[in-house]
């Protein structure tokens, strides 16, 4: 199964909206990780937290952590057109160098 | 960020060829590269990890001998898709990582179609 999951799947949201995506994981991380994909492409790393972190900020990201439940979001404020994409979470799985994916929420920001 | 080049972006072969794909870390050492598959609107699946020097590790249900995957050099990691067959068409990703970091680079990915 997968260790991680994001919920929604999939979510359509007008530009200016802000968007929230959560991800649940089943066993011990080290860390937690957000990833971007735009369709048809590699990746990109937005955002790492810690297991001993709850909420870490980057520009127009905020990322929180819930290790009592297992869980994460990741908010995306004041969106625009160009952050339509898949958004997936990635675990360690218990300080394993491997990324465990989940299986990806797809965003669409409407202009 | 740090850069992974993968190439090529996207290839057609013929039932039963050989296909290389070729990841390369533009401006870090990369100790470990893993390789994935990822299907059509599905999640990323860990295919191998692979580090400098050494005999890749293959995840559960993964054939070495089908996807044969070389790190050679600290800069290089090639995976190797013999015979391939429909069946194999996929979108192919690398990544790499250096040290004791968390953080991986992934590079644009391969979009492979057999035919």
């Known amino acids: 199964s997968q260790q991680g999951e994001e919920d929604p799947q999939a979510l359509s949201i007008q530009e200016g909206e802000n968007a929230t995506m959560n991800c649940s994981y089943k066993t011990s991380i080290n860390n937690l990780q957000w990833y971007r994909q735009n369709s048809g492409r590699g990746l990109v790393h937005l955002i790492l937290i810690r297991s001993n972190e709850r909420e870490k900020h980057s520009g127009r990201l905020r990322v929180t952590l819930d290790t009592s439940k297992k869980s994460s979001s990741l908010l995306i404020t004041a969106s625009r057109a160009a952050d339509t994409a898949s958004y997936f979470c990635a675990t360690d799985k218990g300080g394993s160098e491997k990324l465990v994916f989940g299986k990806g929420m797809k965003l669409t920001v409407n202009p | 960020g740090a850069v992974v080049s993968q190439h090529p972006s996207w290839v057609i072969c013929k039932s039963g060829t050989s296909v290389k794909i070729e990841c390369r870390s533009l401006?870090?050492?990369?100790?470990?590269m893993f390789w994935y598959r990822q299907f059509p609107k599905q999640s990323l699946m860990l295919m191998a990890t692979?580090?400098?020097?050494?005999?890749?590790?293959?995840e559960q249900g993964v054939e070495k001998d089908k996807f044969l995957i070389n790190h050679a050099s600290l800069t290089l990691s090639t995976l190797t898709v013999t015979s391939a067959h429909p069946e194999d068409s996929s979108f192919y990703i690398c990544?790499?990582?250096?040290?004791?970091?968390?953080?991986?680079?992934f590079g644009q990915g391969t979009r492979l179609t057999v035919v």
């Open positions: 990544s790499g990582k250096w040290g004791a970091r968390t953080e991986a680079f």
């Open positions: 692979s580090n400098e020097g050494s005999k890749a590790t293959y």
């Open positions: 401006d870090f050492q990369a100790t470990t």
